[in-house]
Nanobody
Framework: QVQLVESGGRLVQAGGSLRLSCAASGRTFSSSTMGWFRQAPGKEREFVAAIRWSSGYTLYADSVKGRFTISRDTFANTVYLQMNSLKPVDTAVYYC??????????????????????WGQGTQVTVSS
């Protein structure tokens, strides 16, 4: 059974940094694409970033490009989201997700929640002004 467990969320001041972790277990993920999404109160869940487990190819939402970096440790079976220059608008619950579907590495495809097969429980990030 696939399990994703996020950690690292906390309260941070604007301009600060955080690194979120997503520990994946239950099987190998070499053919998967892993994504980070976030959901603020009263808003829909939105795409943040994604990474191909095998190649390390990355995709980013425009709102975080240049500030956030997604990476993976294939030995530790962990995906990371390094978040720098945080803003109050980044406040949200951050979710890790995995997709086993064979598709082109397109942001059009991987920004959609329905294209992911399993999800973590989320971790809260709060950025104070």
């Amino acid at each position: 059974q696939v399990q994703l467990v996020e950690s690292g969320g906390r309260l941070v001041q604007a301009g600060g940094s955080l690194r979120l972790s997503c520990a994946a277990s239950g099987r190998t993920f070499s053919s998967s694409t892993m994504g980070w999404f976030r959901q603020a109160p009263g808003k829909e869940r939105e795409f943040v970033a994604a990474i191909r487990w095998s190649s390390g190819y990355t995709l980013y939402a425009d709102s975080v490009k240049g500030r956030f970096t997604i990476s993976r440790d294939t030995f530790a079976n962990t995906v990371y989201l390094q978040m720098n220059s945080l803003k109050p608008v980044d406040t949200a619950v951050y979710y890790c997700a995995g997709s086993d579907r064979r598709a082109p590495a397109s942001i059009t495809y991987y920004r959609k929640t329905e294209n992911y097969d399993y999800w973590g429980q989320g971790t809260q990030v709060t950025v104070s002004s």
